[in-house]
């Protein structure tokens, strides 16, 4: 069983905890993901980790409440427990692989939208603590959505942008980016994390404006090792599972509107069952959903 230490709601439905899992917090890295689970009956649920630390060994995650089983980890409160916390899952994000005087040498810039906001933080903070630069874009619908900015504020230079222009700049996060090139900020890295319908156009301007663009696939995953092909998807032609794969991926190379797609099927016993029927050996199947 694993403790919440601590739970608060940042926003409507929007709920933020931190855990106790010393063996998860000692091994994480900016861009993993865990798999946590309510209670013993209850659905895997794939989280990216938003924060974690290892001296006091414990990890911080963000959800929507959105369905059953996100709703019923909303309802726990401080004292609670998890009956599951796996992880670290993935692999973590390529900024933690390269020599920290080469970050140094790039403009890098940081697009975040919705619960995607808190993937971002860990990768921005990572940069801050090894003294490298980055500009953060934050997208929310309306001020009142907009999380985690008080802590952003220490570790990047942010941008907020909402859609109906009641905080921040007003607009859509490719607005922002567009704004922020024209007034001279000529990035050289771009991290898109949030809906895939953003991460789509965030790709598609990105690609306007010759930005190498790294994306966040976090689909529909169930056992979050490779084994069900529930996170399926192609890079550059080449079948890929974003739990094992990724779930960082090069932007400009992903087949959004097949993940779209993909992703609106799965949803149905219909929709799985022409999955199975199309995907054929490389679909796995092991979810259990499509037997």
Not at 13 to 27: F, S
Not at 30 to 49: C, H
Not at 195 to 213: A, H, N
Not at 266 to 281: A, I, N
Request: glycine share 10%.
């Amino acid at each position: 069983m694993f403790k919440i230490l601590e739970a608060n709601e940042l926003t409507t439905n929007i709920i933020q905890m931190i855990v106790e899992a010393p063996r998860v917090a000692q091994a994480c890295l900016p861009g993993q993901f865990l798999i946590i689970r309510v209670d013993a009956e209850g659905e895997r649920i794939p989280l990216t980790i938003c924060d974690y630390d290892r001296e006091k060994g414990t990890v911080e995650i963000v959800v929507q409440a959105i369905g059953a089983e996100t709703f019923a980890l909303k309802n726990l409160k401080k004292g609670d427990c998890l009956a599951d916390v796996v992880g670290p899952l993935g692999k973590p994000s390529d900024l933690c692989e390269e020599p920290v005087e080469e970050l140094k040498k790039k403009k890098i810039v940081f697009i975040a939208g919705g619960v995607g906001t808190a993937p971002v933080y860990p990768q921005a903070k990572y940069l801050k603590e090894h003294g490298v630069d980055c500009d953060v874009i934050i997208g929310a619908k309306t001020k009142d959505l907009v999380i985690l900015e008080d802590r952003f504020k220490k570790v990047c230079n942010l941008h907020i942008t909402t859609d109906d222009g009641s905080y921040g700049r007003s607009g859509m996060v490719t607005k922002a980016l567009q704004d922020l090139w024209d007034e001279g900020n000529k990035y050289d890295h771009c991290v898109a994390i949030g809906p895939m319908i953003m991460m789509k156009f965030v790709c598609k301007l990105t690609q306007e404006l010759g930005i190498p663009t790294v994306v966040s696939m976090n689909p529909i995953m169930v056992d979050g090792t490779g084994m069900c092909g529930a996170c399926r998807l192609t890079v550059d032609g080449q079948v890929k599972f974003a739990c094992v794969d990724g779930p960082e991926f090069d932007g400009h190379k992903v087949d959004f509107d097949q993940a779209m797609n993909r992703m609106k099927l799965y949803k149905t016993e219909e929709g799985r069952l022409l999955l199975r029927e199309q995907e054929g050996k490389t679909h796995h199947g092991g979810c259990g959903n499509c037997n």
